[in-house]
């Protein structure tokens, strides 16, 4: 387990706790991720003789019910991380816990991979049920129990519903959803597949290219297994109370979650138009923010939507839906570096450029991220102001690099004398950057403050 840090914000330091509970490796072997590989390591032992079998039998019922109930306080954890009184403060604190996971995670050396791999259940699962609430917002799903849920409440919108609705509505739907998310690729940490991940020796790259033959068993095994791990690995909730109508609504509730999550897996695989959308579209999304493969590249990740349009293209999801998360993440992610060339109060560009912070979601412009500025006249500060940044002074973008390119090179330099921390850092950025990586000044506990909503 982490331990606490002097040089995190409480709340860093919560995001660091939750990933290590979700997909972490420690002695007490008691994350989501550990408690199914013991599931399926067990699974893979024959029992011996009648008398054991019925012992192990009693003890694999209460290991359901455990591993049930830690999967559930954890996807509780995460809706008090996420949701809040109304739409707003919702997608406020959902863009802090993105943001923060882009921000502690490493986006150059060697240990890429192995950080991405454990956030991104978190971060996709966050992105579907951000997801969820623009599709119910829009009536663009079509899903017979998400319709029971808010049939309860016929006439009400999603974005008026009072206290109770809320938490009728997150528990039917935002939590199974939230299970699925987690769940989605846990088969592939059981023992046959990891043999094809890493060898029947331990000796493969997990996260080479696998050959089309590898990469089919691969995909079969772990839907096999997930939805295995589902019916057999998790137990039933029990009902705590007196009442026999409570207890039979609990029932019925349980049982439609149940089905619920293992539907959005199943569909999950070919969505079409329908509800797996909401598992496979932020998949593909995170797949690429937060990639475990050796071509990750930082600079490029505002492109994840090229890769998106192009897998709706083919059918492998739904534009529509695709559409839907580009209206709620922009082109630019959470935590992301931004370079821009600020102006002044007649419209006049400086003669340097400045950095900032992707730290909203819902831009009015996808084009045009939501940021907290982080440095201020070629010095970084710890609280910056909340800011557009336009396209036209974005250095991402090339017609911008193209003024920028006309200071002098000693004017660069400057530049970069001031905004890097060292000489060996300055000799390896680019004079003319399209972004930076702020995990460095994340670092500092002042500067890890930037969803501040006084600042906004």
């Not at 008026?160 to 938490?167: G, K, M, S, V």
Request: with cysteine; hydrophobic share 35%.
């Amino acid at each position: 387990m982490a331990t606490s840090s002097p040089h995190q914000t409480h709340f860093t330091r919560q995001v660091q706790v939750l990933l290590s509970k979700i997909y972490g490796r420690s002695k007490l072997n008691d994350s989501v991720l550990e408690r199914a590989m013991s599931y399926f390591e067990d699974s893979e032992i024959v029992g011996e003789g009648n008398k054991q079998e019925e012992v192990q039998a009693a003890a694999r019922n209460l290991e359901q019910i455990e591993r049930s109930n830690h999967l559930l306080s954890i996807c509780h954890e995460i809706i008090e991380l996420i949701e809040g009184g109304d739409f707003d403060e919702s997608n406020r604190k959902s863009a802090r816990l993105l943001g923060t996971i882009q921000l502690i995670t490493p986006t150059e050396g060697n240990n890429i991979a192995s950080y991405n791999e454990r956030c991104k259940s978190l971060y996709k699962a966050v992105l579907s049920v951000r997801l969820l609430d623009r599709l119910v917002l829009d009536n663009s799903l079509n899903d017979k129990h998400i319709t029971r849920i808010t049939a309860e409440y016929e006439g009400v919108a999603l974005s008026d519903y009072n206290y109770d609705e809320r938490q009728r509505f997150n528990q039917q739907v935002k939590i199974p959803l939230l299970m699925a998310a987690l769940l989605q690729d846990i088969g592939n940490y059981h023992p046959q597949a990891q043999a094809i991940l890493r060898g029947e020796n331990n000796d493969l790259d997990p996260q080479r290219t696998l050959e089309p033959e590898q990469r089919s068993k691969l995909l079969q095994l772990n839907y096999k297994q997930t939805l295995n791990y589902i019916s057999e690995g998790l137990g039933v909730v029990s009902y705590r109370g007196n009442s026999k109508e409570e207890r039979a609504q609990f029932i019925v509730d349980e049982r439609a979650k149940r089905q619920f999550v293992q539907q959005l897996l199943k569909a999950s695989i070919k969505p079409k138009n329908g509800i797996g959308n909401l598992l496979k579209v932020p998949q593909i999304y995170t797949s690429i923010i937060l990639s475990t493969k050796d071509n990750y590249n930082y600079d490029v990740l505002p492109q994840v939507y090229l890769v998106l349009n192009k897998s709706a293209e083919l059918g492998a999801c739904c534009q529509k839906m695709v559409d839907g998360l580009y209206q709620i993440t922009g082109m630019f992610p959470q935590g992301y570096g931004i370079i821009y060339m600020p102006v002044d109060g007649q419209g006049y560009q400086a003669d340097c450029y400045e950095y900032a912070i992707v730290n909203r979601l819902y831009p009015s412009v996808p084009e045009q991220p939501l940021c907290r500025t982080t440095t201020r006249k070629l010095t970084f500060i710890g609280y910056g102001h909340s800011v557009e940044i336009k396209k036209k002074n974005n250095l991402y973008f090339p017609n911008m690099a193209k003024k920028i390119a006309s200071l002098s090179k000693e004017r660069l330099n400057e530049i970069l004398t001031l905004l890097s921390s060292n000489h060996q850092e300055r000799q390896a950025l680019d004079l003319l950057p399209r972004c930076w990586h702020p995990n460095e000044y994340f670092s500092t506990k002042e500067h890890q403050k930037l969803w501040n909503r006084e600042e906004q």
